[in-house]
């Protein structure tokens, strides 16, 4: 029964298994930038949805780590779409956080969007994606954004952050709203 098991277990071919495998070791010794090109050789020989899963997994963690976060939320977008993850949302999730912080505030909307289908109580995703069409001068989606996360926490009886308001109250005063104000 146990060889049974085993041998539905995916496998990688050894054409992305042996520059995925030189890909960790390089990382293990503190050498990113060298990972990237070797875990790079990965994602080109992947054929399979699994070897796309490991290899993109390998080059998200060698980017990140060599601090090149374009390449890394590529390889982070790929796991994603390879289908083989039980639960996307933790990736979709550091995406987020991922793109915010590279100032690339329409992937930032994009991504919170695909993810808060899947987990709409997440408000720290829905503040990010407000503030996001702020900082995109959209104050309409912004104060519209901000409006139902004081709604959701009034209704769930949660207090709400000083500075969600205070970007509330901003938001207003950009819009020139000072009824919405009070």
Known sequence: AVMAADAKK??????????????QDLIAAGKAKEAQAKAQEAVT????????????????????KAGDMATGAKA?????????????NPIRKTLVQ????????????????????DQPGDTEVAVLVAQS??????????????????KSADASGKPVKEDTLQLLASGYSKLNDDDGMK
């Open 45 to 64: 020989a992947a054929k399979s949805p699994y070897e796309v899963l490991v290899s993109n997994q390998i080059l998200a963690n060698a980017s990140l």
């Open 133 to 150: 069409y702020f900082l995109q001068n959209d104050f309409k989606k912004a104060v519209d954004g901000l409006k139902a996360i004081v």
């Open 76 to 88: 982070l977008e790929a796991m994603v779409a390879s289908g083989q993850l039980p639960d996307a």
């Open 10 to 23: 995916p496998t990688v071919s050894p054409s992305v298994g042996k520059p995925a495998k030189e890909a």
């Open 98 to 117: 991922l793109y915010y912080q590279s100032k690339n505030y329409p992937k930032t909307v994009e991504m919170a969007n695909a993810y808060l289908k």
